[in-house]
């Protein structure tokens, strides 16, 4: 029988303890998460807020917290992420590389520099969409020799290697993975 009172009283508690966390709003947990990335540098926050305004069309405050994480924190992920925002602005947060050909020239080079810089860092995801932008010339000429150098990278790398060794012959199917 005391145990039956021991198991009640523990889920009663655990219950107690999940409900207040529900009861939290998803804007003060979004609020905690910028406060946390932007005070400690905190990276798992950051890339716990860029999961939960993904879906909002929020590119601003993204690109306002991506920069703040960069310049002060030197974060890998804020590379793409600032990319990402500048040219979802164009598109109402909608992310599309051949979006870059609508920004002036000077948020473009800013858009690219990021991207460049990351790339130069082997940033996956950087190497990925400079790639693509060589490769398609978005905002700018197209340029083979640049987008297969950053190919050949791509198809050293160990997660992603096979997928772009196989679609060597046919680049534009790794247009679907970013």
Same mark, same amino acid.
Do not use: H, W
């Given at each position: &029988?005391?145990?039956?009172?021991?198991?009640?009283?523990?889920? +009663?508690?655990?219950?107690?303890?999940? @409900?207040?966390?529900?009861? @939290?709003?998803?804007?003060?947990?979004?609020?905690?998460?910028?406060?946390?990335?932007?005070?400690?540098?905190?990276?798992?926050?950051?890339?716990?807020?860029?999961? +939960?305004?993904?879906?909002?069309?929020?590119?601003?405050?993204?690109?306002?917290?991506?920069?703040? &994480?960069?310049?002060?924190?030197?974060? %890998? @992920?804020?590379?793409?992420?600032?990319?990402?925002?500048?040219?979802?602005? @164009?598109?109402?947060?909608?992310?599309?590389?051949?979006?870059?050909?609508?920004?002036?020239?000077?948020?473009? #080079?800013?858009?690219?520099?990021?991207?460049?810089?990351?790339?130069?860092? #082997?940033?996956?995801?950087?190497?990925?969409?400079?790639?693509?932008?060589?490769? !398609?010339?978005?905002?700018?000429?197209?340029? +083979? !020799?640049?987008?297969?150098?950053?190919? %050949?990278?791509?198809?050293?790398?160990?997660?992603?290697?096979?997928?772009?060794?196989? !679609?060597?012959?046919?680049?534009? !199917?790794?247009?679907?993975?970013?």
């Amino acid at each position: &029988m005391r145990k039956i009172i021991i198991m009640i009283l523990l889920t +009663f508690v655990s219950c107690t303890k999940t @409900k207040r966390v529900d009861e @939290k709003s998803r804007c003060e947990v979004i609020q905690d998460l910028k406060i946390q990335a932007i005070t400690k540098g905190d990276e798992s926050a950051y890339g716990t807020y860029l999961d +939960f305004t993904s879906q909002d069309k929020n590119y601003y405050d993204v690109l306002t917290i991506s920069l703040i &994480m960069n310049q002060k924190y030197k974060s %890998k @992920k804020s590379y793409y992420q600032i990319f990402r925002s500048i040219v979802s602005i @164009k598109k109402e947060g909608i992310y599309e590389p051949k979006q870059i050909e609508r920004l002036s020239k000077v948020d473009r #080079n800013y858009a690219l520099y990021y991207l460049k810089e990351g790339a130069k860092l #082997n940033i996956v995801n950087c190497q990925v969409a400079l790639e693509k932008v060589y490769r !398609n010339g978005y905002g700018s000429k197209v340029e +083979f !020799n640049k987008s297969d150098s950053v190919y %050949k990278i791509l198809e050293n790398n160990k997660a992603l290697g096979d997928f772009y060794r196989r !679609n060597r012959k046919n680049k534009s !199917n790794v247009d679907e993975i970013n």
